[in-house]
């Protein structure tokens, strides 16, 4: 395959197909098949990325109605593409129709009612439509070839209309890297007992499923990429961002969201998405598919699953069931399964005719994904200056300013090295995000009082401003009901100023600055460790296990990104334990104890990838620390370690029902001994992410230190928290010594997703060589 060399959407979208030759008057226009020599529906088979890629170039070769465009490389140097469809006389005219859209995006470049009506009338509907972000979700990429195929080539009166009232553009895979990796893994298992199982390692080289949860950090390059050459490069009305579920929930689920909605998220967007979604339903029922759902399982809260929402666009999550990667299943209607919000086996008015069960296999999933995708696309094309008009609203709403929105936001000059790297991360995000924020060279005044020289302001009248509200603002999450509800599907908290340790501070009274506008973040600090990274003295295990830990990915995206020394190790490495004795510390990440104590079954995954840490591991780990080396265990891990080290050392949450303590990702404050060995130089207040984990009782005569105790309460500083008096003024990092070694037991994750930089120094400070 020659190699896709145009360096933005904005290239593309400017300057014909580079590189890609014009197609012929009445060139055949190839279906996958024709390009793949074989039909991956029909015959169970994952293509390669290769193979993608190759089909891609051939329709942007073969159709006018397709442009291709790369838009950088992945975390392990794949290239990531974006395909661009629409009729000819609208890619005829790209430039034009994306200028149009900026203005649209932007309401204070609109001068007047004749020209918003200007606008609308040459503008266009524009949909993102991304997969493959799980890459074990295996029929995002297969359905992206068929609908970008059909969507070339069919006749159809809706895909006429949405060639001519839109532009579509398709991510095949924002995780090109996993296509391969699971692609092998599946191969590997054909006509085995453990064919289509999950592979047992992860599929992101860093985040694995967490790629999905890093829409607001942007810690990786794909999503950096997506976010800065696809969504602000055009800023979609819509994103219809196609997933997969189990194979035991309804046949395919759109929105409406259950509650809790974040509350920034404008009106007109939750509004948008429930009728969206609920007429996709209605399509996809007339054409005689069974298993559709809305308002069920998932909720709209976090901005790290959704960047649309907050840049003026609806995002349409789609969940089709999975079949066994691309094996088929045979499950009947008592397989099935209820999640919140759903009983897939009975009707109700969120899933009116349930699906009676049988074969399900990668022909029905790419069939119900290309299904609702075209069902979005020909609704909202023939709505399309509707559409216009509702993203014109949220974005003069924005601009003007909510009633429970600030001014502005002030980031006063940092004081120290460490503010500096907090305050530049935070810039990094805002300005990858699309956010206009100023440096001031002068001191001001605010609310009475004055600012530093050197401070910044993010002014709220923005069109983007319900991405600051919601990445500034602590969030209070719902109190959970009697009967159960409001139980969140993911995290509860998302505070940037407590996740990077900075001080932001809201002002309801506008500045008067004349700032120059930031283009580009501060200087980064070098991510440098003193005593860490680099370091020929230190030498970390980091333990690996065979159940694709998402954590663990985090740990390694942390100490690549500050050059630790660090290898992996696995259940071998510690069974062998000869491998330890060059090791100076162990890290065992947050890894559930079933997992730990049990891993993968012979049922499974063949015999290397089998078990866990059992007598042997545990004896081994004992001896290593005795010896005097360094373990680190944090949040779920944390009770197996207890157990098998027989730590004087108490979880004091352990066991404890969710109705008397949950903490489902909350920010917690944090107050650190600053004279102890893992508390130097950090602040002596900050704030922890907890995403459940631990507090510690240490028991009478215990050799423990404790690092860090949770605030005295109340102990939730931003998310929700059940049961904070259990949290309140116990132990959260302890250091227990133990033979000539020690162990540093934290109660939640330091690295939390690549995010939470106000802990890094603990977990940096626990593996200095003593």
Do not use: C
């Amino acid at each position: 395959m020659s190699e896709l060399r145009a360096g933005s959407v904005g290239a593309v979208v400017g300057a014909a197909l580079l590189l890609l030759p014009a197609s012929l008057p009445g060139q055949h226009v190839p279906a996958p098949p024709e390009v793949l020599g074989y039909d991956p529906v029909a015959e169970e088979r994952l293509p390669a990325w290769a193979e993608i890629l190759d089909y891609f170039e051939a329709l942007a070769i073969a159709s006018p109605r397709v442009r291709l465009d790369t838009i950088g490389r992945s975390t392990l140097d794949a290239p990531l593409i974006v395909a661009t469809l629409s009729d000819e006389a609208n890619l005829a005219r790209l430039d034009e129709l994306r200028d149009v859209q900026s203005r649209l995006a932007d309401p204070r470049r609109i001068r007047s009612d004749a020209e918003l009506a200007e606008l609308l009338a040459r503008g266009r509907l524009v949909v993102l439509v991304t997969a493959g972000i799980h890459s074990t979700e295996v029929g995002g990429p297969l359905s992206a070839m068929r609908l970008a195929y059909d969507l070339a080539t069919s006749d159809a009166e809706r895909v006429r209309r949405t060639r001519a009232q839109a532009i579509v553009l398709i991510v095949p895979a924002v995780n090109p890297d996993g296509i391969d990796k699971v692609k092998s893994w599946y191969e590997s298992t054909l006509g085995t007992p453990w064919l289509g199982s999950e592979p047992p390692f992860l599929y992101h080289h860093y985040a694995g499923h967490d790629l999905n949860r890093d829409w607001y950090a942007f810690t990786q390059k794909e999503t950096r990429l997506v976010a800065k050459q696809v969504h602000q490069a055009w800023v979609p009305h819509i994103h219809h961002d196609m997933h997969q579920h189990e194979a035991t929930g309804s046949r395919y689920f759109v929105p409406p969201w259950l509650d809790p909605v974040e509350p920034n998220i404008d009106p007109l967007l939750v509004s948008a998405a429930t009728s969206l979604g609920t007429r996709i339903q209605w399509s996809m029922l007339e054409e005689g598919k069974t298993g559709i759902s809305v308002a069920a399982r998932y909720d709209a809260w976090s901005p790290s699953r959704s960047y649309a929402h907050y840049h003026g666009g609806v995002r349409i999550l789609s969940e089709t069931a999975s079949a066994r990667l691309a094996a088929p299943l045979e499950l009947t209607l008592d397989d099935l399964v209820p999640t919140p919000g759903l009983d897939p086996r009975v009707s109700s008015w969120n899933h009116p005719v349930p699906w009676p069960g049988g074969r399900w296999d990668l022909g029905n999933v790419v069939d119900y994904m290309e299904s609702g995708a075209l069902a979005l696309l020909g609704i909202a094309a023939g709505e399309r200056e509707t559409w216009l008009r509702n993203f014109v609203a949220v974005g003069r709403r924005a601009v003007a300013g909510w009633d429970s929105w600030p001014e502005a936001w002030v980031v006063p000059a940092p004081a120290t090295r460490r503010d500096s790297a907090g305050v530049a991360e935070l810039f990094r995000i805002l300005l990858t995000a699309g956010i206009e924020l100023t440096r001031e060279p002068e001191a001001f005044a605010v609310d009475g009082g004055r600012v530093p020289p050197g401070s910044y302001v993010i002014d709220m009248h923005q069109p983007h401003a319900a991405f600051i509200q919601a990445m500034l603002a602590r969030q209070p999450y719902p109190a959970p009901r009697e009967d159960g509800g409001v139980q969140p599907y993911d995290v509860t908290a998302h505070n940037l100023p407590l996740l990077l340790g900075i001080d932001v501070v809201p002002t309801y009274e506008r500045p008067r600055t004349a700032g120059e506008m930031l283009s580009a973040p501060p200087p980064l600090v070098p991510r440098h460790v003193d005593g860490v990274s680099g370091d020929r003295a230190v030498m970390v295990g980091l333990y690996r296990p065979w159940t694709a830990e998402a954590d663990e990915g985090w740990t390694r995206w942390l100490f690549d990104t500050h050059s630790v020394p660090y290898a992996t190790i696995t259940n071998d490495d510690i069974a062998r334990g000869g491998a330890l004795r060059e090791l100076t510390a162990i890290v065992i990440p947050s890894i559930p104890p079933v997992h730990l104590r049990r891993g993968r079954s012979a049922a499974d995954v063949p015999p290397e990838y089998v078990g866990g840490l059992g007598p042997r591991h545990v004896e081994n780990l004992r001896a290593f620390v005795d010896a005097g080396g360094t373990l680190l265990a944090w949040g779920a891990s944390v009770d197996f370690v207890i157990e098998a080290l027989e730590l004087p050392v108490d979880n004091v949450l352990s066991g404890l029902p969710t109705a008397e303590f949950s903490a489902p990702g909350a920010q917690v404050e944090l107050l650190v001994d600053t004279t102890s060995s893992l508390g130097a130089g950090l602040d002596p207040r900050t704030s922890a992410f907890l995403l459940d984990g631990a507090a510690f009782r240490v028991a009478e005569g215990g050799r423990a230190t404790i690092a860090a105790s949770y605030g005295p309460g109340p102990v939730a500083q931003s998310g929700r928290v059940v049961g904070e008096s259990r949290l309140a003024g116990r132990p959260a990092v302890l250091e227990v010594e133990r033979g000539a070694g020690r162990v540093v037991l934290f109660g939640f994750a330091p690295q939390y997703r690549g995010q939470s930089m106000a802990t890094w120094p603990l977990l940096f400070n626990a593996l200095k060589r003593r």
